[in-house]
Antibody, heavy 124, light 107 residues
Framework: QVQLQESGPGLVKPSETLSLTCTVSRGPVRYRSYYWTWIRQPPGKGLEWIGF???????SYNPSLKDRVTIAVDTAEEWFSLNLRAVTAADTALYFC????????????????WGPGTLVTVSS | DIQVTQSPSSLSASVGDRVTITCRAS??????VNWYQQQPGKAPRLLIYAASSLQGGVPSRFSGSRSRADFTLTISSLQPEDFATYFCQQTYSTPWTFGQGTTVDIK
């Protein structure tokens, strides 16, 4: 079973860039049907989809964050990353990486594997 | 964006109770709804995908159903480990969106 682990700074200053990495183990990043996804959850609130990257490097982002976010994948090293620019206190959240896949018959994508999450606080 | 409205936001129940949580989509999304369970401080866990398919390893007391744009998660007999927060999610179109969550606590 694929395992994921987020890593990165737990504290970021306002206006700076939040950078996180998701390391993939026991499974190929090269698997073409996966969407490598970032999701966040502000303290005490719900889940927000940030975006995903395909194996080919193609991406899809939440329009609410689109101008500030970049998600990339490194198939050689088996990790994918999140960069969120110009952060504010509103970006304080628990950040999860996850894999979205779907059954062989097609249909909806769903999150089959999640990292444990990493808390990022934006504060000076 | 497709909005997913989840209700109730919280409920209190006892062990053995039947619990029902509902999500309504702002437009037709076929069966592109998934359900997750989240314990405090943990990552969500997939329970149901494609509206009614039970994820492997999930107890059979969990079930999902669909009626047009309304989706329901049912726990047939609540167990102590089921006290948690539940989220629905649509993946019909991006941005993928989640319901606001339903917290199930002990009555």
């Amino acid at each position: 079973q694929v395992q994921l682990q987020e890593s990165g700074p737990g504290l970021v200053k306002p206006s700076e860039t939040l950078s996180l990495t998701c390391t993939v183990s026991r499974g190929p990043v090269r698997y073409r049907s996966y969407y490598w996804t970032w999701i966040r959850q502000p303290p005490g609130k719900g889940l927000e989809w940030i975006g995903f990257v395909f194996h080919s490097g193609g991406t899809s982002y939440n329009p609410s964050l689109k101008d500030r976010v970049t998600i990339a994948v490194d198939t050689a090293e088996e990790w994918f990353s999140l960069n969120l620019r110009a952060v504010t206190a509103a970006d304080t959240a628990l950040y999860f990486c996850a894999i979205a896949s779907r059954g062989p018959e097609g249909g909806p994508y769903y999150f089959t594997s999640w990292g444990p999450g990493t808390l990022v606080t934006v504060s000076s | 964006d497709i909005q997913v409205t989840q209700s109730p936001s919280s409920l209190s129940a006892s062990v053995g109770d039947r619990v029902t949580i509902t999500c309504r989509a702002s437009q037709t999304i076929n069966n592109y709804v998934n359900w997750y369970q989240q314990q405090p401080g943990k990552a969500p866990r997939l329970l149901i995908y494609a509206a009614s398919s039970l994820q492997g390893g999930v107890p059979s007391r969990f079930s999902g159903s669909r009626s047009r744009a309304d989706f329901t998660l049912t726990i047939s007999s609540l167990q102590p480990e089921d006290f948690a927060t539940y989220f629905c999610q649509q993946t019909y179109s991006t941005p993928w969106t989640f319901g606001q969550g339903t917290t199930v606590d002990i009555k």
